[in-house]
Structure formats: structure tokens, C-alpha cells
């Protein structure tokens, strides 16, 4: 996917950090980095984000400053602060101190270490002069690759602000939460040696197809799929063909309508519309685009079709 969206023209791609969920292969984002960004040339590729309780800063300034001297002015290291996961798997990921413990009643250290551990990481990679000290990342100093604070409420807002951190808010995710996050950051924004000015990023869900029913028709694999996490189903996603067929009730209809009220669907102009809508609303300087199908096809062709609407690539003749 990194070597077509890279063709059309966008600007970075990133991949999350998820675990215990077949749907999504994407546990070891340094792992994917490195490949992504090995087999494209221009596209900034990057992790949004790490899971940074699950790992020590040291590893992570590691990781990411080996990548960054590789692929130099090309890596992004986006870091966020939520589970990824279930508790169970929480639980067999972080600290020792907790093995033993009932998942139930582990508690989030991230929530109370988060930014002290932001912090530290970014102090790995700032370049030093003089001799080290103990520990430091190698590679990692002064290979600094752009870093982002990942949040969906108005607590990481304001630590992305006050810490002077790009922000990336998770729109497709805690959509009532968009305009105080984003006024809550620029308001408590502090520059820092990273950034001299607010710089705001909105993730969207984004599924686009040559006709609206057509859209409307494959957003039925994220339908079901809503109502498959609800119940701790984290199987494959299901096909447009299973959710035609399921009977879903009406509460399961309000259920879904309401989760997928802020995702823009439908043919080019209306995704195109919605898009500038949402940017035009939040004045972002970037819109990062998450769109989830069960076919590869049809997902590649959504990211085609939004670049042809937004002037990224030439527009074929018919």
C-alpha cells in the first residue's frame, strides 16, 4: 500500500500498533517501518502510533533513530498512550511488577508515566555535544525523526500543547471531542525546540467508491465489524456479502448509524466536499485519511479516487 499511495501522491503513511487482533497485522510498527520505508523513496512513513507504555523509551529512541539514519528526513514517530489492545494482552505486554495481578485491576501506569516517558525519548534523540551519558541511544542521538503526540481527548491535547508536540487527534475515534481538543492545544501550545506553532493533524475514516450506493454498500463490513468488537470479536473483518446478510436489528442500526455518523462515504465529490468541510471546520493542517474494507482493491481505490478528486494525480480520460 506504501509504494501506491506513495504514486498518487500523498504525503505519509503510518501504521498503529495493535494486538490480539486478527483483522489488523500491525504489532511490531518498527518492524513495518523499516519495510515500508525500504521499498518507497519519497513518502515520510511512520507509526501512529507506538504504544509508548508497552515499550521503554530507550528501545523505542533506538528503533526509530536506527530508522531515522537509514531513511534520513523520511521517518515519523508518532506516540500515543492507550492500550491498543485487551487488558489481558495490556497486561502480558508491560511491566513485570504486574504479572500475577488480574487484568481487571492492572493499572494504566501509562496514563500516570506518559509524558515524564515522552520526554525521556525525545531527550535520547535531541543531538548532544561532549561525550555521553549513561544510557543514551545509539543510533539516536541527533537522528531526530518528526514527532507526534497521538490523542483523542482533551488531557493528551493538552499535554501535546504544553510539551509544544505536533498533535494528531483521533477524529474517527472520539469525534464529540474534535473542537475542545483541538482549542484546548492551541491555547496551551508552548514552542519547543520541535515546533515554533500549533500543528494539528485530524484523523478521519474515509471510504470512497465510483457511486455513493456502491460506498454506502461496502461500509456494511464496518457495520458489522462495530458490532463484532462489541461483543470482543476481533476476528477477520466480515465481507460487504456477510453484513448484506445479516439481520440487524433496529437498536443494532441506531447503534451503527451513530458510530459512523462522522466517517465521510460516498462517491468522489462527496468525499471530496466532506473532506473540505472538515478541514475548513478545524482549520488542520493535515488530514491523515484511515479508510477499513475488506477488499484491498476496493481500499486502494478509494485512495485513488480521493487523490484524483483533491488534484494529487492527473484525472483519467474516460
Not at 531513511?71 to 498512550?81: C, E, W
Not at 491498543?84 to 505486554?93: F, I, N, R, S
Request: proline letters at 8%; a negative charge; aromatic letters at 8%.
Amino acid at each position: 500500500m506504501s509504494r501506491i499511495v506513495e504514486q498518487l501522491g500523498y504525503y505519509r503513511h503510518w501504521v498503529g500498533e495493535y494486538h490480539s487482533m486478527s483483522a489488523i497485522a500491525s504489532s511490531a510498527p518498527a518492524v513495518l517501518v523499516a519495510h515500508l520505508a525500504n521499498v518507497t523513496s519519497t513518502i515520510r512513513i511512520g507509526a501512529g502510533g507506538v504504544i509508548l507504555p508497552n515499550h521503554s523509551p530507550l528501545a523505542v529512541a533506538e528503533q526509530f533513530g536506527t530508522l531515522e539514519a537509514l531513511h534520513p528526513g523520511r521517518i515519523d514517530l508518532g506516540v500515543g498512550r492507550a492500550r491498543g489492545t485487551d487488558p489481558q494482552t495490556a497486561q502480558a505486554l508491560r511491566r513485570a511488577a504486574d504479572r500475577g495481578v488480574p487484568a481487571r485491576r492492572v493499572p494504566d501506569r501509562g496514563a500516570d508515566t506518559f509524558p515524564d516517558d515522552v520526554t525521556e525519548l525525545i531527550n535520547y534523540l535531541l543531538p548532544r555535544e561532549g561525550p555521553p551519558s549513561y544510557p543514551f541511544a545509539n543510533p539516536g542521538s541527533g537522528y531526530l525523526p518528526e514527532v507526534w503526540w497521538l490523542g483523542s481527548s482533551t488531557f493528551s491535547a493538552q499535554l501535546a500543547g504544553m510539551l509544544g508536540l505536533p498533535f494528531s487527534f483521533a477524529y474517527h475515534f472520539a469525534p464529540n471531542l474534535l473542537e475542545p481538543a483541538l482549542s484546548i492545544y492551541r491555547s496551551t501550545f508552548q514552542p519547543s525546540l520541535l515546533l515554533a506553532k500549533p500543528r494539528v493533524m485530524v484523523a478521519v475514516s474515509v471510504l470512497c467508491a465510483p457511486t455513493t450506493d456502491e460506498a454506502q454498500w461496502l461500509r456494511g463490513s464496518t457495520a458489522l465489524s462495530i458490532l463484532q468488537r462489541r461483543s470482543g470479536d476481533v476476528g477477520l473483518f466480515s465481507s460487504p456479502e456477510e453484513a448484506e446478510a445479516y439481520p440487524f436489528t433496529l437498536e443494532e442500526k441506531t447503534i451503527i448509524d451513530e458510530a459512523l455518523a462522522t466517517h465521510v462515504i460516498g462517491d468522489p465529490q462527496t468525499v471530496h466536499e466532506g473532506l473540505d468541510l472538515l478541514q475548513e471546520r478545524t482549520q488542520a493542517d493535515e488530514l491523515m485519511l484511515s479508510t477499513r474494507t475488506h477488499s484491498y482493491q476496493a481500499r486502494v481505490r478509494s485512495f485513488t479516487l480521493v487523490a484524483q478528486s483533491w488534484g494529487l494525480v492527473p484525472l483519467k480520460s474516460s
